[in-house]
């Protein structure tokens, strides 16, 4: 494995502060319109680490159709109605100003056509109504396209483009028709999105400050434009979702299973209550894949909140994932989870790797925190346990 130099690894080196400094003022910025941006700022975060290569850096550039896949699982658990404390009324939330969304609307439509045959995770959907899925990602990526791709780094009311995530260049503009076919001349996977050099790096590195923030405005607009009410903790986690998974029986018992009935942490037997765990924090990653979920009891899952997990964890997660790859599937399969050991991998890979060498502090077990070389996780994961 590559070593990166000490300046690449520095956490507040002035690449890294220029770059925070503009994806603030993206996030900041008060001309919007709706919650679009966000979204694509959340979609290209979690792609540069899907889509991390086998030393965690991050992509030299992205394909508009695998952005509208990622906005799409995004929106998702947003289309169901959003119940209001203490009312029957549930109303589904609006994310434009305007009284139509190319994206939320095809998106819903397609949500209840989903669960009407009783499919409701985007997986299942997407697998029992195919067609459908890609006529909806179709008008997706259009919207995309067309509209906060090429402005997404423009400043303040000003409708200059100042590039330092992606050049789309002089042929990509907002006023362009982005029919189908255009998209798919293109290619399968459309039109590409080149990265800055170390843009890629910089989102990785930067993810987990991000992140939280975008969620906070994108939870705030929704208020404002739907007039909620309601404690804005309750409408964060609707559109977000919980931290926590509850987790269904064959999901619990399939895990439980497939760890000898043990914790993952402490490996004591699980008695009383267990709770399914995100191995890699989900304020890091938002991977609900099998192949991040673990079984724990209660204290160590507590205890461990949101810290990253010690090297040693990492090699044992990392050594489960690979040998019981085949049977964590079935499990996927039979509790309607996603099943992805490439993304997942990738993931934490980058995660890791964007890890400041010296401060970083990791979760070792029940009150034993440790400050360890983020390398040695990388390292743990690629050789087991």
Known sequence: MSQSTDESRNPVNELTVGFAERLLEIIDSGRRTATYKLALVLALLDLCARQSD???????????????????????PQ?????LEGSEVAPELRQITSKRSTIVDPLRAFRRAAEAIGATSLRLARRRLPAEYEVVIDRIEQTLAKEPLPRLQTVGSSDTVFPFIYDLGPQWN???????????RAGPRGLVIPFLPGAGDELLRLSPLI??????????????LNKVSTAEEDLRQHLFGSPRIAPSRALRDGLRDLQDGRCFYCADPLVGTTEVDHFIP??????????NLVLADRVCNGDK???????TFVGKWADRNRRLSDTL???AELSDVDNDPVGTMAVARSIFSH??????HFWQGRKQVISSDPRMSVEAMAVGV
Do not use: N
Request: charged content about 25%; proline content about 8%.
């Open 305 to 311: 909140s949101d810290l990253l997990p010690a090297p």
């Open 174 to 184: 907002a006023d362009q028709s982005f029919t189908v076919s255009r998209l798919r």
């Open 355 to 360: 890890l400041p060498a010296v401060g970083t």
């Open 79 to 83: 289309v169901m109605p959003f119940r």
């Open 329 to 331: 599937s079935t499990i």
């Open 211 to 224: 992140r939280p923030l975008v969620e906070l405005h994108w939870t705030q607009m929704v208020a404002r």
């Open 282 to 291: 989900r304020v890091r990653c938002g991977i609900d894949a099998v192949q």
């Open 54 to 76: 086998e030393e965690g850096r991050a992509p030299t550039q992205l394909r508009t159709r695998d952005v509208a896949e990622e906005v799409a699982s995004l929106y998702w």
